[in-house]
């Protein structure tokens, strides 16, 4: 806008000379005009549009109620099935799901309340004709009519976006969706190569003009509409991604933006039934259409592992018919808590990465990742890392708060704040964390036991504060979160350190004061005949003013 302003002062100033400021005030008078007459218009378009695709999804999710049966019997469960989702539920701790928000504390919820689930897929999704198809074949196993798009190439789900995403923000986004997407935004940007580009909305239209090439077009409009949702991939053009009431925290924009990136939900994938068992008999009726699997055909996962702390996984008691009646059960349920991540996946971070052939650009580097890492596209001299991980290598622990803690027989006290006293009453938009290794001989192994999470947010994904702690071999994965003050487990693990990461971004409540703690006391035992737990860690969570988690060691 700077450089097409400056073009017609000068040429004011060269034809009209001593009338120039009467002159320049006609002109911006005119430039003004011009501008909002273009806003306006585009505003109308906006709306033309939102009428047509709201029309078109409610029509496409009519027609999949017609489908109930076949998804009933794709969902049912067998008697030995049922009885094994039995044993399983005898294991998990949750009482009841807390609530927090008045808006809803989840995108489904959020939507439901905003009546806008009912027009979008899975919740959240706004479909194109052929996705609507191609989700419909997935249903019925036939062939959806037009093969235009080959969902499962490599241009899935959806087309790419070409050199960047380029977004604006609509005049109904206000400070606090701006700053959120912008967030998000940025952690997506960090570990890829995808990079997003503020555009302003005052010269969308005269760019829209100049430009000759129909890609250069694509445009993101960032509003605040009813409920949070976005398109799949890029659909060419200018497209909706809506970030409403209750819709204002980092983690919702980063997996609205998941999705315009091209992700679907990881709940869909074809795989999923071999990590998750979805229980039909708590399902709304209304919603079982939701439940819906993909095929090998239109999901594509690059070989790449389920993952229970994806950004694009729904809570397990999404669409639920019953406080804390969970519709999707982990195999393995002390998993539960953490289904509803409000963090981007180190799985998800390789998918898109994979996605977009972001590797390229460091095909010839030598740097070499620890603990699962991979070269970040970014910058090949570093690594992108799990969780509980940091460094340039992966071969640190995160910087910020947290220890490594020795497990050996002594018992020592460590005291973490972790919060803002003078944060105010409304949730953080994103998290403080503190990092933890807890670390035994090599050869040995750790035990950790949960006793308590007093005064913990018992929520879908842990949402708003919690611990992650990490036993599997495969460290790239997700690990155990809690955040219910029911959570008493005990966890083994399969090598000789454990990241422990916890995490807050609740505000200061006015309540009493508690102590806090959390005690790792020794013990000695034996796990098999091969591994030797040399400690066992107690941990009694208190949250002062829950914002506040003290760590005594």
């Not at 501008?35 to 505003?43: H, L, M, Y």
């Not at 099935?81 to 504390?105: A, C, I, M, N, P």
């Not at 555009?199 to 694509?218: A, V």
């Not at 990881?266 to 795989?271: A, G, K, L, M, P």
Request: hydrophobic residues 35%.
């Amino acid at each position: 806008m700077r450089s097409l302003t400056l073009i017609l002062l000068s040429i004011v100033c060269v034809s009209y000379g001593t009338d120039l400021n009467e002159s320049t005030k006609n002109s911006s008078g005119k430039f003004r005009s011009i501008i909002t007459e273009a806003k306006n218009r585009i505003k109308t378009t906006f709306e033309k549009i939102k009428h047509a695709v709201n029309k078109k999804m409610v029509a496409f999710k009519k027609k999949l109620g017609t489908f109930k049966d076949k998804i009933l019997k794709k969902l049912h469960l067998t008697k030995e099935e049922r009885q094994k989702l039995f044993e399983r539920l005898k294991l998990f701790k949750r009482k009841k799901v807390d609530k927090v928000e008045q808006s809803g504390d989840s995108i489904e919820e959020v939507n439901e309340q905003a009546h806008i689930a009912e027009e979008m897929f899975q919740g959240d999704m706004a479909l194109s004709e052929e996705q609507q198809e191609r989700v419909e074949a997935d249903i019925t196993g036939t062939e959806p009519r037009t093969k235009r798009q080959a969902y499962n190439d490599e241009n899935y789900p959806g087309k790419k976006w070409f050199k960047g995403v380029k977004y604006f923000f609509d005049d109904s986004a206000n400070e606090k969706v701006r700053i959120v997407f912008k967030k998000a935004a940025e952690q997506w940007m960090a570990e890829t190569c995808i990079n997003f580009k503020p555009i302003s909305s005052k010269m969308l239209g005269f760019k829209m003009k100049l430009s000759s090439n129909t890609k250069t077009k694509d445009r993101l409009r960032v509003f605040k509409g009813e409920g949070c949702w976005s398109y799949v991939g890029r659909l060419g053009g200018i497209q909706n991604l809506s970030l409403g009431m209750g819709c204002e925290s980092t983690g919702i924009a980063a997996h609205e933006i998941g999705h315009a990136l091209g992700l679907f939900h990881t709940h869909s994938r074809y795989d999923r039934n071999q990590f998750i068992t979805v229980n039909e008999e708590n399902i709304q009726p209304d919603w079982l259409v939701d439940f819906a699997q993909q095929s090998p055909q239109s999901n594509n996962n690059y070989n790449i592992t389920y993952d229970y702390g994806s950004l694009m996984h729904y809570g397990a008691t999404t669409s639920s018919i019953g406080n804390n009646m969970l519709t999707m059960v982990p195999k393995d349920v002390q998993y539960t808590e953490t289904l509803g991540s409000p963090f981007i996946g180190f799985y998800d971070l390789l998918m898109i990465n994979t996605h977009y052939k972001c590797f390229e650009n460091c095909k010839f580097t030598t740097t070499k990742c620890y603990n699962n890492g991979f070269v970040n596209p970014r910058d090949c001299s570093k690594c992108v890392c799990p969780s509980g991980y940091g460094g340039d290598y992966c071969e640190k622990r995160p910087p910020g708060c947290g220890a490594e803690l020795d497990a050996t027989g002594d018992w020592q006290p460590l005291v973490d704040e972790l919060g803002i006293k003078t944060a105010g009453s409304i949730p953080r938009e994103d998290f403080m964390k503190c990092n933890y290794w807890i670390k035994a001989p090599i050869g040995k192994a750790i035990e950790v036991k949960i006793v308590s999470f007093t005064e913990g947010v018992a929520v879908d994904g842990c949402i708003y504060a919690g611990v992650e702690i990490k036993t599997h071999s495969n460290q790239a994965l997700s690990g155990h979160r809690f955040c219910s003050k029911d959570s008493s487990t005990v966890l083994k693990s399969n090598l000789n350190m454990v990241p422990v990461i916890t995490y807050n971004r609740k505000p200061r409540r006015e309540v009493p004061q508690k102590r806090a703690g959390v005690d790792l006391r020794p013990t000695n035992f034996f796990v098999d005949h091969n591994t030797i737990v040399v400690r066992s860690l107690i941990l009694t969570i208190f949250e002062e003013n829950l914002e506040h988690v003290t760590v005594h060691t």
